[in-house]
């Protein structure tokens, strides 16, 4: 899929480029972007919006992975950005995406996250609980302005997800419950404060959601509260957000429909509950953040040593695991892989592929059919983009791989591969004990 093909060595080749190449000039574990990937993903998001002549913000999830030149990615597409903590701020603010397009969202925005944010004069807060709304009152009276805002609402509803990353139902940490009083009391303390522009709402039912019906429940259930909030108010929201979530394939299990369904179904649902309220079409606001950069991820290492347990399976290693992916092992996460190296060889054998942890619940993909692979082959595993490089740790004191985008032929390293120096810089030894 994207740019990936097989070239005429047999070896893996996105965007144009070699991934073996790759792999021998920046070393393994490596994390590859098809950046014309993700700008066909991006693209697609916001052409269904413009064909349907509805006013919009794509803001790409950071989460997903965020650095600099990810960031510049998203600004050059002219999608918006979603930051949840002052890192992913600093990040954004670092790369020079515009300040006005910044959304923050996060269930524990610090005093100084807050601050940082008024002092750039970002465009959107989605605030999240009474806590905050009172801190960036109090920050906004200091700052002397008007902070536009989206309130965070948990809907009650429950996609069909895994639990860890399901948020939209009742039961969440995140937001203000939409059926028992508090989205009401809160919209009144905003609507009511001078320091509040209240731009309307904001919803994020879950991720890698494969059907429609919950955004759908999801915009049924704000206007509900929206058409209360109207009666009374008087209020006519800006903006309505229903966050991320859109499901991609990882493995063939998974059937994802195309991004463009997913927004057509809610832009059909919102104006349906526009015309019954008979108030002006809101802007539409989405976050994607997997469905964007996902996909366009592959991951190359190193294949090591083997082991075989005799009649049951034969473990095949390779030189990161859950350092840089730990989705295998916090959500059974799936994935697929191939030899990059040698991609039309035939599949020989059913392997499982170890991570290179001291954990035996380090492995990255149970039962993979492969040609015998050996020390020296390159294993690529698929749709790695979103929710790897930004999970990745140092477990083990491994360093962090490399980052590099491929585009027409073009390579370019963004993130370097970290060191054994930069594993200890921020470490103190002992004053009697350094090591001259
Ligand atoms: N908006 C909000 C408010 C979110 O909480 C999230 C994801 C998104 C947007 C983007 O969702 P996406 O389009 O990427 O599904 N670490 C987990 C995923 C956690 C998602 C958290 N929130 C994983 O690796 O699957």
């Known amino acids: 899929h994207g740019t990936s093909r097989v070239n005429d060595r047999g070896h893996l080749e996105i965007g144009g480029v070699d991934v073996i190449d790759l792999a021998k000039e920046y070393g393994t574990p490596l994390y590859i972007y098809d950046v014309a990937l993700i700008r066909e993903r991006a693209r697609a998001f916001k052409q269904t919006f413009e064909k349907h002549g509805v006013k919009a913000q794509v803001a790409y999830a950071s989460k997903a992975f965020s650095t600099m030149a990810m960031v510049q990615l998203v600004e050059e597409e002219g999608l918006s950005l979603d930051v949840v903590s002052g890192g992913e701020l600093y990040t954004a603010l670092k790369a020079g995406f515009p300040p006005e397009r910044i959304h923050f969202h996060g269930n524990n925005k610090s005093y100084e996250e807050l601050e940082m944010a008024l002092q750039h004069k970002i465009g ?82 879950g ?156 492995m990255l993909i149970w039962d993979l059919p492969l040609p015998k692979a050996q020390a020296g082959d390159y294993l690529a595993v698929f749709c790695t983009g979103a929710y790897g490089y930004s999970m990745a740790n140092n477990y083990n004191r491994i360093p962090r791989p490399a980052v590099v985008f491929v585009e027409n032929g073009q390579a370019q390293l963004v993130v370097k591969r970290e060191t054994y120096e930069d594993l200890v810089k921020l470490d103190v030894p002992l004053k009697a004990k350094v090591n001259k």
């Open 124 to 205: 959107c807060f989605v605030v999240d609980n009474f806590y905050e709304l009172s801190l960036l009152e109090q920050l906004s009276k200091q700052h002397g302005v008007t902070t536009s805002i989206l309130l965070r609402v948990t809907p009650g509803i429950e996609a069909h997800t895994h639990d860890y990353i399901l948020t939209g139902q009742e039961d969440s940490k995140f937001g203000f419950d939409l059926n028992n009083g508090q989205a009401d009391e809160a919209f009144e303390k905003a609507l009511t404060s001078e320091s509040f522009k209240v731009l309307g709402l904001h919803c994020h039912i």
């Open 207 to 362: 991720s890698q959601i494969f059907e429609t019906t919950g955004f759908v429940l999801a915009a049924q259930k704000m206007f509900k509260k929206i058409g209360d909030w109207k009666e009374k108010f008087g209020f006519v929201p800006e903006v309505v957000n229903l966050g991320g979530g859109f499901g991609i394939r990882y493995t063939n299990e998974d059937d994802p429909i195309p991004a463009s369904v997913y927004v057509e179904q809610i832009i059909a649902e919102v104006k349906k509950q526009v015309a019954e309220l008979g108030i002006a079409m809101p802007e539409i606001w989405i976050e994607p953040g997997r469905s964007l950069v996902g996909d366009a991820g592959t991951t190359i290492y190193s294949i090591g040593s083997r082991k075989e347990v005799p009649n049951v399976r034969q473990y095949v290693a390779v030189d990161g695991g859950m350092s840089d992916n730990i989705r295998p092992a916090l959500y059974e996460a799936k994935y697929e892989a191939v030899l990059a190296n040698r991609v039309l060889d035939e599949n020989e054998e059913v392997v499982s592929i170890a991570g290179k942890c001291c954990e035996s619940g380090d």
